[in-house]
């Protein structure tokens, strides 16, 4: 039986302690989780399963962008993973978001362990490296010096536990070109030479599981001759004998967070499901690999979630409507709202686009205010935490309905074997270069 406040006072430490505290707790909760069921695990087995036919098309993984409160909001996941019997879950932070929500990838899988641990939640634990992408100097054209730092970060989202990695070189996708396969080049190359590097440094006999995209989420809509031209060209470039990806993920009409209109409220978004739909069929009958991913979900209307499934998506991804829960919760305290808003209002003037009101620049901007106030808002009032928590278990639980991922642990479980990694205090050591703030990228 695990003493929940014990968990809750290293978990702090884990994230506030000093240098030498934050190793110990970290290592100690690592300890923890795997004495009590909880351990880093890759979903490759589970996806490839599925690209076999092995497995129903009837459910949608739910991959979720843990950004601001990862503790509360991870516990509040896991009271309904453990209530409902879910395992076919993922946790993840894109590269952008550990920058600017000051979460390393250490920081990241020790807090989302110690949630899983709190609520008494066990299992293979799915942490995922989402948009590990590249920044483009122009069109199909890599920036200098990109590639050596996603292989940084590659390496220490390794070492912290994501045995999930999303490689994203959709940014390099060049449509200036008119042949598809010459579109598709860039994202080819890179994302191969991305590939190699993982099955190089994955630990052994942990097959990590390697996402693929073909599409910029908020630019054109990606169709199969797009994804015919990515996956030949990625299968014929890969070396004999390596594992390739086991998904892709594609564009369907959503964008990042939503379209916001002048008064702070969504737009309304055309999601072409056809997309996933038959992208998903040529993945499973062509390549044996999953099935199409959709980003950009959570903020759609609610009648849009049960689609995914029908179109065989086999994952989705949410982010942007837990913030919102969060920020606009009316337990989350309005002096510090104002207060990160001022921040931002300050020192993010920069990244105000042209003719913005302040309800769509404080809406697409809030998300970085999370790194900088993180103590502030983990700090919240405990009767106020809990009001909140309430409401993302509410909000999941309809999610997990939807998409069809009650009752999945034996599934898993049955499917994905523990092979824990064996690590020392020492492994916990903090990582020489910190995560910066991506200008640009996707998350």
Request: glycine residues 8%; negative net charge.
């Amino acid at each position: 039986m695990v003493d929940t406040n014990e968990i809750d006072k290293l978990v702090y430490s884990a994230v506030f302690g000093s240098e030498e505290e934050k190793q110990d707790s970290r290592y100690q909760i690592w300890k923890l989780g795997v004495d009590n069921g909880v351990f880093c695990a890759s979903i490759n087995d589970l996806y490839m399963a599925r690209g076999r036919g092995e497995l129903p098309n009837d459910f949608t993984v739910p991959a979720m962008n843990v950004r601001g409160m990862n503790y509360d909001l991870s516990r509040g996941i896991f009271k309904v993973a453990k209530e409902k019997n879910v395992g076919a879950m993922i946790f993840e932070i894109a590269r952008s978001e550990m920058g600017y929500t000051d979460q390393s990838p250490f920081e990241y899988t020790t807090v989302v362990t110690a949630a899983a641990l709190r609520e008494g939640w066990s299992g293979p634990l799915f942490i995922q490296g989402d948009h590990i992408q590249a920044k483009a100097e122009s069109m199909g054209v890599i920036k200098e010096g990109e590639i050596e730092a996603i292989k940084d970060l590659i390496s220490q989202c390794i070492a912290g536990g994501f045995y999930n990695i999303d490689i994203d070189m959709s940014t390099l996708v060049d449509l200036d070109k008119e042949d598809v396969f010459e579109q598709q080049e860039p994202n080819v190359k890179y994302s191969v030479e991305l590939a190699q590097f993982i099955r190089e440094i994955q630990p052994d006999g942990i097959e990590i599981s390697i996402g693929g995209e073909i599409g910029h989420i908020g630019g054109r809509n990606s169709t199969t001759e797009d994804f015919v031209a990515f996956i030949s060209g990625f299968n014929d470039r890969l070396p004999k004998g390596l594992v390739g990806i086991s998904k892709i993920s594609v564009a369907t009409g959503t964008s990042h967070g939503g379209v916001v209109l002048a008064d702070g409220t969504l737009a309304d978004i055309d999601v072409d499901f056809s997309i996933l739909s038959n992208i998903s069929k040529i993945c499973r009958n062509n390549y044996q690999i999953g099935g199409a991913v959709q980003h950009g979900a959570s903020t759609l209307p609610d009648e849009f979630f049960s689609q995914f499934p029908k179109s065989e998506a086999i994952e989705v991804h949410l982010a942007t409507g837990f913030q919102n829960l969060q920020m606009n919760h009316p337990n989350f305290p309005k002096d510090l709202l104002n207060k990160m808003y001022a921040w931002l209002d300050e020192t993010k003037r920069a990244e105000r686009k042209e003719g913005q009101t302040d309800e769509q620049f404080h809406y697409e901007l809030r998300k970085k205010a999370w790194g900088k106030f993180k103590k502030e808002c983990w700090d919240i009032d405990e009767k106020n935490k809990t009001e909140i928590r309430k409401s993302i278990s509410e909000r999941v639980e309809f999610l997990f309905g939807e998409i069809n991922v009650f009752d999945t642990a034996e599934m898993v479980n049955s499917i994905v074997k523990p092979n824990v990694v064996d690590k020392e205090k020492s492994d916990f050591a903090p990582w020489g270069s910190k995560i910066k703030d991506v200008i640009g990228l996707s998350d």
